[in-house]
C-alpha cells in the first residue's frame, strides 16, 4: 500500500520544523519526506492535506483503560477510538486495574484485549510491587518477556524505601524503566486541593506543593544509589523543578512528564465545587501552571500526556472531598494543548516534542518521527477551527471531562496507524 501526503504543513519535532511539503509512505513506512511540490507516485493513493497541520501521532503515556475490573467506566475498544478520535496513535496504559497487572498472566490478557479491540497501538505498563501495595516487588524480568515497557504503582507510592531501593535495582540489572508519582504520600493523602487562600476559603482538606518536592527529591537520592531508568509521571510545581535540574545536571538518568490538565487549568478551576475539576495531584496556583509551561518549553519537563482516568457518574456525582480523582483525556488531550500553542505559549514543534518525539524516544520506540523509516503513525489536524466541547459526543464510555461546555479551537482530521486510516473526520 502506497500513500502520499499531498499539500500539508509539516510538523517535525525531531528537527524543530514547520515547514510546507509532502509524505510518501509504503506499506506502513514513512518512504520519503519531499518538498511541497513533489509530483505524486501514479501508484500511490494521493491524500489532499488541504494546507493543514500533518504530524507525528501523539505517544501517550499513562492511560487508564479500566480492563479488568471496571470496564463500564472505559475499554479498550472504547478507549482505542477516542484515542484514534484525538490524534493518539500509541498509548502505554496503566496497571491500576482490579486486579493490578503484576503478573504475565494478567499481562497477557490485557495485551490480548487491546490487539482484538483496539484501532491504535497499545502497550502495556506493569506494576512496581505486587498489587501496586508497596510491599514486595514484581517479576520484573518475567513481565519485560511478556511485554511490559515500563513498571509503575501510578499514585501508590512506594512508601517503603528499602523496598523501593530494591525494585529499582532490580530494574537497573534489567534495564527497565520505572515510572513514579513523586509525592509525600502521608502529606497528600485525603488531599482535595492544593494549600493556600483558594483551599482555605472553599473549606477542602489540601497539601502543600512541597510534598511533590520532598517526594521527588527522595526519589533523586535513590536514583543516585542504584542508577536506574526513572520518569516522573507528573511534575506540577515549581518547587520541584530545580530539584529536577540539579538531577539532569548531574546526569542521572531521569526524565519528566506533566499531565494536559495542569498545564491548561488551575486550583480557581474547580470554582464552585465542580469534581469533573478534580484531578490527582490536585489542581495548583496560576504561578505553578505557568512554571510548569516554561519548563515545557525549555525541555526540562520532556513529556506531555493525558492522564487519561475514567470515572462513572455515580463517583463523580458526590460531595468535592469525597468525589473520586481524575478526568477522561485521551480525545481533548490535542484541542487542550492548542491552548498553548494559541496564546503563544508554546510553538507546534515544541509541542508535538512532548506529545509524541519525546515519551517514543524515552520507551525506545521508532514512532514519534516524521523521518525515513519511521512508522507512518501521523495525524492531520486544522489549528484553528472553533468547537464547543460537548462531553457527551466523547467516545469514551465515562464522559468526566473538565472541558465539557469550554470554547476550544483545533481538531482532528485524520489519523493514521502504519499508514491504515483508523479515525476520519465525518
Known amino acids: 500500500m502506497t500513500l502520499f501526503f499531498t499539500n500539508a504543513r509539516v510538523i517535525n519535532p525531531e528537527a524543530g520544523t514547520v515547514s510546507p511539503g509532502a509524505l510518501l509512505v509504503k506499506n506502513g513506512v514513512i518512504d520519503s519526506v519531499l518538498p511541497a511540490d513533489a509530483p505524486a507516485p501514479k501508484e500511490a493513493?494521493?491524500?489532499?492535506?488541504?494546507?493543514?497541520?500533518?504530524?507525528?501521532?501523539?505517544?501517550?503515556?499513562?492511560?487508564?483503560?479500566?480492563?479488568?475490573?471496571?470496564?463500564?467506566?472505559?475499554?479498550?475498544?472504547?478507549?482505542?477510538?477516542?484515542?484514534?478520535?484525538?490524534?493518539?496513535?500509541?498509548?502505554?496504559?496503566?496497571?491500576?486495574?482490579?486486579?493490578?497487572?503484576?503478573?504475565?498472566e494478567g499481562l497477557e490478557f490485557v495485551t490480548r484485549r487491546a490487539q482484538a479491540d483496539a484501532p491504535v497501538n497499545v502497550l502495556p505498563m506493569a506494576a512496581l510491587t505486587k498489587g501496586r501495595a508497596g510491599r514486595e516487588m514484581v517479576e520484573i524480568g518475567f513481565l519485560q518477556d511478556a511485554g511490559a515497557v515500563a513498571f509503575t504503582d501510578c499514585d501508590h507510592v512506594v512508601s517503603d524505601t528499602k523496598v523501593l531501593?530494591?525494585?529499582l535495582t532490580y530494574a537497573r540489572s534489567c534495564g527497565a524503566l520505572v515510572i513514579a508519582h513523586p509525592q509525600e504520600p502521608i502529606l497528600s493523602k485525603g488531599a482535595a486541593a492544593t494549600s493556600g487562600k483558594f483551599a482555605v476559603l472553599r473549606g477542602l482538606p489540601a497539601v502543600s506543593s512541597m510534598a511533590e518536592r520532598m517526594g521527588l527529591d527522595r526519589d533523586i537520592a535513590l536514583l543516585e544509589m542504584t542508577g536506574a531508568k526513572y520518569h516522573a509521571d507528573q511534575i506540577t510545581t515549581a518547587r520541584a523543578l530545580p530539584a529536577l535540574q540539579r538531577a539532569k545536571n548531574n546526569g542521572l538518568d531521569i526524565t519528566a512528564g506533566t499531565s494536559i490538565h495542569h498545564l491548561t487549568l488551575n486550583e480557581l478551576d474547580v470554582a464552585d465545587y465542580r469534581t469533573f475539576f478534580k484531578v490527582?495531584?490536585?489542581?495548583?496556583?496560576?504561578?505553578?501552571?505557568?512554571?510548569?509551561?516554561?519548563?515545557?518549553?525549555?525541555?526540562?519537563?520532556?513529556?506531555?500526556?493525558?492522564?487519561?482516568?475514567?470515572?462513572?457518574?455515580?463517583?463523580?456525582?458526590?460531595?468535592?472531598?469525597?468525589?473520586?480523582?481524575?478526568?477522561?483525556?485521551?480525545?481533548?488531550?490535542?484541542?487542550?494543548?492548542?491552548?498553548?500553542?494559541?496564546?503563544?505559549?508554546?510553538?507546534?514543534?515544541?509541542?508535538?516534542?512532548?506529545?509524541?518525539?519525546?515519551?517514543?524516544?524515552?520507551?525506545?520506540l521508532a514512532s514519534g518521527r516524521v523521518a525515513e523509516g519511521a512508522p507512518?503513525?501521523?495525524?492531520?489536524?486544522?489549528?484553528?477551527?472553533?468547537?464547543?466541547?460537548?462531553?457527551?459526543?466523547?467516545?469514551?464510555?465515562?464522559?468526566?471531562?473538565?472541558?465539557?461546555?469550554?470554547?476550544?479551537?483545533?481538531?482532528?482530521?485524520?489519523?493514521?496507524?502504519?499508514?491504515?486510516?483508523?479515525?476520519?473526520?465525518?
Open 45 to 104: 493513493e494521493v491524500i489532499d492535506c488541504l494546507g493543514k497541520y500533518l504530524a507525528p501521532g501523539i505517544v501517550d503515556i499513562g492511560v487508564k483503560v479500566c480492563e479488568p475490573g471496571e470496564r463500564h467506566k472505559e475499554s479498550y475498544k472504547s478507549a482505542g477510538l477516542a484515542a484514534a478520535a484525538g490524534g493518539v496513535t500509541t498509548i502505554i496504559t496503566r496497571p491500576d486495574t482490579t486486579p493490578a497487572i503484576d503478573t504475565p
Open 165 to 167: 531501593t530494591r525494585a
Open 280 to 364: 490527582k495531584p490536585p489542581l495548583r496556583s496560576e504561578e505553578d501552571r505557568l512554571a510548569v509551561v516554561d519548563a515545557v518549553r525549555s525541555g526540562l519537563i520532556d513529556t506531555i500526556s493525558s492522564m487519561h482516568t475514567p470515572q462513572d457518574e455515580e463517583s463523580k456525582r458526590l460531595p468535592f472531598e469525597e468525589a473520586a480523582a481524575g478526568a477522561v483525556a485521551l480525545e481533548t488531550l490535542l484541542p487542550a494543548a492548542l491552548r498553548l500553542y494559541h496564546s503563544d505559549l508554546l510553538d507546534l514543534p515544541t509541542l508535538f516534542k512532548a506529545l509524541s518525539y519525546n515519551p517514543a524516544q524515552r520507551l525506545g
Open 376 to 426: 507512518a503513525d501521523l495525524v492531520l489536524f486544522d489549528a484553528d477551527v472553533p468547537f464547543v466541547l460537548d462531553r457527551f459526543k466523547l467516545r469514551s464510555k465515562s464522559q468526566n471531562t473538565p472541558f465539557d461546555g469550554a470554547r476550544m479551537q483545533g481538531k482532528v482530521l485524520a489519523t493514521f496507524v502504519a499508514g491504515h486510516s483508523v479515525y476520519a473526520r465525518d
